[in-house]
T-cell receptor
Framework: DSGVTQTPKHLITATGQRVTLRCSPR?????VYWYQQSLDQGLQFLIQ???????AKGNILERFSAQQFPDLHSELNLSSLELGDSALYFC??????????????FGEGSWLTVV | DAKTTQPPSMDCAEGRAANLPCNHS???????VYWYRQIHSQGPQYIIH???NNETNEMASLIITEDRKSSTLILPHATLRDTAVYYC?????????????FGAGTRLTVKP
């Protein structure tokens, strides 16, 4: 158990719909990361937040957005869903600081199926 | 734009040591080497990381060459449960730039 909690574990929705994935980071971790893993692609970095602010952006589509709340939990919003958005979405978290290397710990993921 | 090169697949006999190589010839002085593994569709699991020195923990050992251009992850006594995709990642762990980018990894199959 990494300490990173993601909900829901499984989600089935129709094309064109909008869903929200939720992530609770490990206690004390200020950074949250979102990744997408499709069947035909590896782990793709989407976006990172640190203490409520966007820190880094990867291959995130304009239809997707994220935010981190004052209690440090994060949500990934996926809208106008397409069949190709079906994937595993992982959240990860890390502490901040320099020197020792900030290990990133992953949750167990949210399976999204778009039909 | 992964900065590492790993063999796509490897086999290992159960009970033997699994040695997984990684090439990171363009590594910078402030970049760490991280290893993660992913067991079929589970969340990636942290294994070990290092900067310059060799490291060992309860899961594995990490051997980094003196020039830091390559490293080897060693699972000393592989079991069937170690079958997974293993990712070698180089990453700057600084305040302003610490996201982690995964490559294709090495698919390790431990055989009875």
């Amino acid at each position: 158990d990494s300490g990173v909690t993601q909900t829901p574990k499984h989600l089935i929705t129709a094309t064109g719909q909008r869903v929200t994935l939720r992530c609770s980071p490990r206690s004390g971790d200020l950074s949250v990361y979102w990744y997408q893993q499709s069947l035909d692609q590896g782990l793709q970095f989407l976006i990172q937040y640190y203490n409520g602010e966007e820190r880094a952006k990867g291959n995130i589509l304009e239809r997707f957005s994220a935010q981190q709340f004052p209690d440090l939990h994060s949500e990934l919003n996926l809208s106008s869903l397409e069949l190709g958005d079906s994937a595993l979405y992982f959240c990860a978290s890390s502490a901040e600081g320099q020197g020792s290397g900030n290990t990133i710990y992953f949750g167990e993921g949210s399976w999204l199926t778009v039909v | 734009d992964a900065k590492t090169t790993q063999p796509p697949s490897m086999d290992c006999a159960e009970g033997r040591a699994a040695n997984l190589p990684c090439n990171h010839s363009t590594i910078s002085g402030n970049e760490y080497v991280y290893w993660y593994r992913q067991i079929h569709s589970q969340g990636p699991q942290y294994i070990i990381h290092g900067l310059k020195n060799n490291e060992t923990n309860e899961m594995a050992s990490l051997i980094i060459t003196e020039d830091r251009k390559s490293s080897t992850l060693i699972l000393p006594h592989a079991t069937l449960r170690d079958t997974a995709v293993y990712y070698c990642i180089v990453r700057v762990a600084s305040r302003n730039n610490n996201d982690m980018r995964f490559g294709a990894g090495t698919r390790l199959t431990v055989k009875p």
